[in-house]
Every structure is written in C-alpha cells, then in structure tokens.
T-cell receptor
Framework: EPEVTQTPSHQVTQMGQEVILRCVPISNHLYFYWYRQILGQKVEFLVSFYNNEISEKSEIFDDQFSVERPDGSNFTLKIRSTKLEDSAMYFC??????????????FGSGTRLTVV | KQEVTQIPAALSVPEGENLVLNCSFTDSAIYNLQWFRQDPGKGLTSLLLIQSSQREQTSGRLNASLDKSSGRSTLYIAASQPGDSATYLCAVGSYNTNAGKSTFGDGTTLTVKP
C-alpha cells in the first residue's frame, strides 16, 4: 500500500536554528498538509498546499513557517528560527482530492522535533 | 469553527469485551470522518474512513457509524484484545477552500487488560 514517508524520524535542534522537515507524499496525490501534535495535546492543522501554493493556513502557521514543493516528489516544512514551543511531532499528509468525493488522508509516521 | 469532542477520555476493559468510543462534532457540514489509532510516541494509523454520504464502515472487528444530523460518530470494537490498547482519534474532514482539512478530537485512550 502506498505510504507517505517523512524524514528524519527524530530531530534535535538548538533554539534559534532553522530546521527543514521533509515528506514524500503518495505519488499521484495532489493535496498536501502539515499537522503537528505537541506532547499530550491534540493533533492540530498547520497548512494545506495545492497547485504549488498554500490553500489554507492556521493561526499557528506564522511567518516563521514556510512550505515548499521543491521538485515533483518532496514536500517540506521549514521553521526559520525554532523556539522551545515548536517541540512537537510533525505529521505530513496527502490526499488525492481536496473535497468530496474524498478518499481521506494518508498520514506519514511523523518527525519528532525537539528544540533545546 | 469545528469542535470535536471524544468521550470517554480513557477506558479500561477486560479482554474480550465489546466497547464503543464516541465522537461528536459541532458543525455538520463535513465531507468525511476518519478514525485513527495512535500508539504512544508513534504516528497515525488510519482505521476507517466514512464519507459524508455513508452511514457506516466496517473493517474486521471494527465498525464505525456516522450520523451527520446529530453530529456524532461511534467506533465499535468487538471482542477487544490487549493489542487494541492505544489512543483512538476521531478526525472530521471539512472544507471551505479548494483544499480540505481535518479537525481532531483529543482521543480516547483504551487499555485492554488480559
């Protein structure tokens, strides 16, 4: 079964450093998403991306965050200057369609980001 | 703004028992609802997806139902096993742009005792 692949599985970074989280969505999917889950809290929507531009972003997704699809297969989330509160599990997801009829989302296994 | 609530927050049952997990949502304008399983420190495993036009989906010992008008979904687990111990998340899919998004509940943490 096709998978969404995320690398690295765990990243430790110093506060103030830039990090790039990488995702390879399912090859024929057109919509891409990032979610995050702070330890012990809900999974929260960050951003959706379609046709090489952001479709929607949450209030969490401020100027410190950016997304990019640099080639035909990768989808990245960049945090420019990490803060302690950015420590979380970051999930990438993709879907074939953005609306009905929708096949649902396939999530990656996540990248655990620890900011020290 | 969509709000998703899962009850109970935690549940402990003896092996072999049938159980029901509940999910409620405030905005019935959804296009799907997905149930996920999450093991501690791990990613999200999709269990069942129900489109808004459907009323239920089944996979093995799992059955999920959806009642859009009342804003509720249930996940029924038959003959529970210790391996079912995990956190179960309900995620409601909605859209207001050209891409959807899911709103997650807090989850129900299930413990099945041998």
């Amino acid at each position: 079964e096709p998978e969404v692949t995320q690398t690295p599985s765990h990243q430790v970074t110093q506060m103030g450093q830039e990090v790039i989280l990488r995702c390879v969505p399912i090859s024929n999917h057109l919509y891409f998403y990032w979610y995050r889950q702070i330890l012990g809290q809900k999974v929260e929507f960050l951003v959706s991306f379609y046709n090489n531009e952001i479709s929607e972003k949450s209030e969490i997704f401020d100027d410190q965050f950016s997304v990019e699809r640099p080639d035909g297969s990768n989808f990245t989330l960049k945090i420019r200057s990490t803060k302690l509160e950015d420590s979380a599990m970051y999930f990438c997801a993709s879907s074939l369609r953005g609306g009905p009829p929708n096949y649902g989302y396939t999530f990656g296994s996540g990248t655990r980001l620890t900011v020290v | 703004k969509q709000e998703v609530t899962q009850i109970p927050a935690a549940l402990s049952v003896p092996e072999g028992e049938n159980l029901v997990l509940n999910c409620s949502f405030t905005d019935s304008a959804i296009y799907n609802l997905q149930w996920f399983r999450q093991d501690p420190g791990k990613g999200l495993t999709s269990l069942l997806l129900i489109q808004s036009s459907q009323r239920e989906q089944t996979s093995g010992r799992l059955n999920a139902s959806l009642d859009k008008s009342s804003g509720r979904s249930t996940l029924y687990i038959a003959a529970s096993q210790p391996g079912d111990s995990a956190t179960y998340l309900c995620a409601v899919g909605s859209y207001n742009t050209n891409a959807g998004k899911s709103t997650f509940g807090d989850g129900t943490t299930l413990t099945v005792k041998p």
